[in-house]
Nanobody, 115 residues
């Protein structure tokens, strides 16, 4: 059974840091494109970062502040978020994708950046 479970969300002040983790089961993260999306209230879900093989991608809004990493031994994918801004507030979702028929989502974890 394929499952993605996110953890690490919470409340943080602007300029702070959080580390999100996505634990995968039922498949190996190294064989999938692993992604973090986020969705803020009233906005569409957007891709934040992804990792596939040795390649990492970041959206313009998070580049140089967020770092995605994969631990093949633990079968996890993390998102280190530094210098958080108010506009980073959203529900963050872990996603795994391979081809057109294999796409999985986690349940999401709330990140709130507030004074």
């Amino acid at each position: 059974q394929v499952q993605l479970v996110e953890s690490g969300g919470g409340l943080v002040q602007p300029g702070g840091s959080l580390r999100l983790s996505c634990a995968a089961s039922g498949f190996t993260v190294s064989s999938y494109s692993m992604r973090w999306y986020r969705q803020a209230p009233g906005k569409e879900r957007e891709l934040v970062a992804s990792i596939a093989g040795l390649r990492a991608y970041y959206s313009d809004s998070v580049r140089d502040r967020f770092t995605i990493s994969r631990d093949n031994a633990k079968n996890t994918v993390d998102l280190q978020m530094n210098s958080l801004k108010l506009e980073d507030t959203a529900v963050y979702y872990c996603n795994a994708e391979r081809g057109t028929n294999n796409r999985y989502w986690g349940q999401g974890t709330q990140v709130t950046v507030s004074l």
